[in-house]
């Protein structure tokens, strides 16, 4: 149904921003209306919201573009929220189109009613769509459909219909014909069984009841393939939970072992109440010919065609919604570690450690350019310690290095006390990060690598690339396939084609909320720019090297393939620094310039006050303090700026915003004021030194001290929008804002940690790395990421780690235990006595070491009764063998020293956050879970355990 808007009735300020007889109309020919109103619901904005972006996605609109510069088309919806409107459609649309065919082919079966019709239209799932059409889709050939083709089907009636007085047997007879195969009784019975029992299986509704039943009342079980087998999934040998508890990320641990053939996973259904269920459908008549005979079939069509089916539609949903909670993880996490602020003006020492091929060195001034690289040996086996250091030194004193990028990856524990002690040596301060270099060797190795340094080994490269990422993490990360970066749980494991997609979204989002330097951006980085494609991006660089920088956005137009709808969606997002127009450095888009140009000459401003207010903001950046461990800039001298401007509150505020300028203009409205015509001392001179900081003047200023009938007002003359008006002041305040200012800057370190110098009670400072559903991994400087636990991260309740904490978050950590042997940390964002966690700590230690001598007890106990089952079975008679009464008599007594053993641990929780509990036999009652939580009543063989992911799976 089509659907017509006219725009100007909610949107008049828009509509006047592209001229008074523009008219625009929101046109939906091919959008359900059940579709807009199912998203506005699952997103919970206005109906004209969703028609909106609907209408602007489909006019080849880009989600950032939308986002920053259709805010009043949307109703200021963000990128996230179009992201997921966008995906919401696709899958809609899909529907509907199933849907379609689905009608289409019933009506030319000819099968049709008006009541199968209107369950089809109703239907809300791709599942019941597909349950609906299953009676009509065509089938391979099937037991049941060998029967029709038999002839067997007036049999199946008679059963159905039970109201026979004959046997069954006796009606059987009548159908039995050797030419078609019906050569017995027998035979005719049972086909017509199987036509019942497919029948029984083709029914939408039975399969609606059965799959709500199983996933309200069922259980998620699984068992090892080989209980003798060592694996990180024994905490999953003998585990059970109600289906609708199941947590997302214990679904993907499950399937990860089942696919690695350690678990046998599987789904108990509720069957008694799924048979009674089928029986009450079925038996509408008790009678002794045909009761009996339905009750067999009921079972037949629910063990052997719906219960592997149902299983499968369930655990395929399970693992769906767990994939994509996944991937909603890995999205924010991704999103923090791309907008990790840069590391500005400083020249970066790149080191990627290695053991026998020696340690690679790359010098990276503050542009980003390789100055110099070097390979030394400081490492097994050759341990050129001394000679490794004076290469350093010398580096260091001839490039004036200020900070040390160190891969985290191998020998980097043995490259950091390098560091450290050449740290120590050194006249002028130099410090050291840890970066994480997943992706790196991936990137170095990359055909992209090689055409960016051709004259560097893979080594060299890899050692540039670590450089650059504390440099400027966003750029270089963006070479780098997203997946490869690792900050995810299991992203090997899920759907790779939507894994993909949504951080492609991702990085997109990062790219264009920073914006790219047209004149250095790299070709990788101008891909994810709104409307540009990688044919384009590098048609852009090779334009940029036969024609030299840009000095316009205008000449993005003569760039090969890049026409008016690209330029609309991209020009906004390129800087050009030092250009022929200020603007273009701004996030200003050129369809508002006009507008812009106007604002300015009523605020009495010129391009020289923009470029002066953008040298000072840039001027800002490179005083910033490089990271947490340097000292604060020096604050300026406060300086004064006088604006000619009839409004003087307006200009006050602008003053503000061109912090730290030079300009001294008459007020002509203040002449009059107390300092005899120099300007009046209230609303047209202001505060500027502060204003140059960060905080001094934050953006709102200008936009704030306008009254909202003035922005109205103003809106109206310029012919733009109240909120293209706002971000407009705002990008005339402070110029070249970097979204990522306010992002948490990376800890700089010059001592370094052993795993061994940690003791319970420790509180330290922590960088996250990773937030998975069951916590976070926190980097802590000792090469082992620990474990902060989700009760652990708050005292507030908490659903997901992610309401509390991101990736790139600087935290105050305290240790709560330390396993060196299997590389565990313990860590709680809930600081403590020290003297308390280091006594609950001990207490732990004690569990665990009960704990492990329950699990050998029980092993010794399992050996000791399949030794004596054998020897019984050798001694037993040929024709029953069984187990003799000493053996069974000594398998109860290993058993009960296991349990006796198991019980000091079974209250105590593991360091991780796993109950040590969950280590006892099978046959043991279930305690707390891995997860804080309390397990279900329902579970009276098996513990409940969590499996343990490391920060970067």
Known sequence: MAVYKKFSENFGAFNRGFGESHEYFIVFCEVGMDIVLKIKEELKVEKWQVEAAIKLIDEGNTIPFISRYRKEVTGSLNDEQLRNLDERLKYLRGLEERRELV?????????????????????????????????????RKTRASVAREKGLEGLSDIILAQETNRTLEEEAESFVDAEKGVETVGDAIQGAMDIIAEDVSDNADY??????????????TSKAKDEKAESVYEMYYGYEEPISKVLGHRILALNRGEAEKFLVVKIEAPEEQILRFLETKLIKNENPATTDVLKEIAQDAYERLIAPAIERDIRNELTEKAEDGAITVFGKNLTQLLMA??????????????????????????????LDTKVIYPTAPQNKVEEAKAELKKLIDKYDVDLISVGNGTASRESEQVIVE??????????????????????????????????????????????????DPLAELVKIDPKSIGVGQYQHDMNQKKLGETLEGVVEDCVNKVGVDLNT????LLQYISGISKVIAKNIVDYREENGKFKNRGELLNVPKLGPKAYEQCAGFLRIADGD?????????????????????????????????????????????????EKPAPKKKPKQVVIRNTNTAMGAALAAALAGSDLAVVDDDSKAGANGGKGGAKSGVADTGAASGAAGASAASLSHKITENEKKKLSEELGIGEITLTDILSELEKPSRDPRENMPAPILRSDVLDMKDLKPGMVLKGTVRNVIDFGCFVDIGVHQDGLVHISHITDRYIKHPLEAVSVGDIVDVQVLDVEVDKKRISLTMKIGDPTRVAAEAEAKRAARGAAEAARSAERKAREEEAKAAKKAARAASPVKRTVTKSASSAASSAKTATKSASSPASATKSTTGTATGAAKPASSTATATADGAAPAKKFKKKGIVIFKGNAND
């Open 103 to 139: 009608l289409a082919s019933i009506e030319e079966q000819g099968k049709m009613t008006d009541e199968l019709r209107a369950k089809i239209v109703a239907a809300e799932t791709m599942v019941a769509i597909e349950d609906l059409y299953l009676p009509y889709r065509p089938k």
């Open 207 to 220: 399969r609606t009841y059965i799959r709500e039943a199983t996933m309200e009342h069922g259980l998620l």
């Open 521 to 524: 951006a790299s070709a990788p």
């Open 422 to 471: 050449l740290i120590k040596e050194l006249s002028k301060p130099v410090q050291y990060v840890i970066v994480n270099e997943a992706g790196a060797s991936v990137y170095s190795a990359s055909k992209l690598a090689t055409e960016e340094f051709p004259q560097f080994d893979v080594g060299q490269r890899s050692a540039a690339s670590i450089a650059r990422r504390l440099q």
């Open 341 to 370: 602020p840069p590391i500005v003006g400083k020249t970066v020492l790149g080191w990627d450690p290695a053991f026998r091929t020696g340690c690679k060195l790359a010098i990276v001034d503050a542009t980003g350019k390789v």
């Open 581 to 629: 127009n200020p603007l273009d450095a701004t996030s200003v888009h050129p369809e508002s310039y006009d507008a812009t140009l106007k604002l300015m000459d009523k605020l009495g401003i010129t391009f020289d006050d923009v470029r002066a207010a953008q040298k000072n903001a840039a001027k800002a950046v490179l005083e910033k303090p490089a990271a947490r461990a």
